[in-house]
């Protein structure tokens, strides 16, 4: 079994587990894992779910004349100012934010 494979496997029975709502050591008499095993693997989830958790942010937003919102929304982020017309792709802004937020 490739290492990636392992990771899927061992990733589908963590989301199990938590699913289970069994303790650890219960869940691995119930499917047979060693608790060494299962809890190396508990904790290598865990740290990367907390990698990939970032910190809430607030946004700075600035409320204007409704009619304004029916022609173009002005975005900044940093130092960027992004303009949003009403016809706009969502998943290119989503794109875009996602971009500016690497600078």
């Known amino acids: 079994m490739s290492q990636a494979e392992r990771l ?15 303790s650890g050591s219960k869940w691995c008499e119930k499917n047979g894992f060693r608790k060494k095993q299962f809890f190396y693997w508990l904790a290598k989830f865990k740290e990367a779910d907390t990698q990939l958790e970032a910190p809430a942010q607030w946004l700075q937003v600035q409320a204007c004349e409704p009619e ?13 100012t992004v303009e949003v017309k009403p016809d706009f792709d969502p998943q290119l802004l989503v794109r875009i934010v996602r971009a500016l937020d690497l600078c």
């Open 8 to 22: 899927l496997e061992w990733k589908a029975r963590i989301a199990e587990f938590r699913a289970s709502g069994l």
């Open 68 to 80: 304004a919102l029916a022609s173009t929304i002005e975005i900044r982020i940093g130092k960027a």
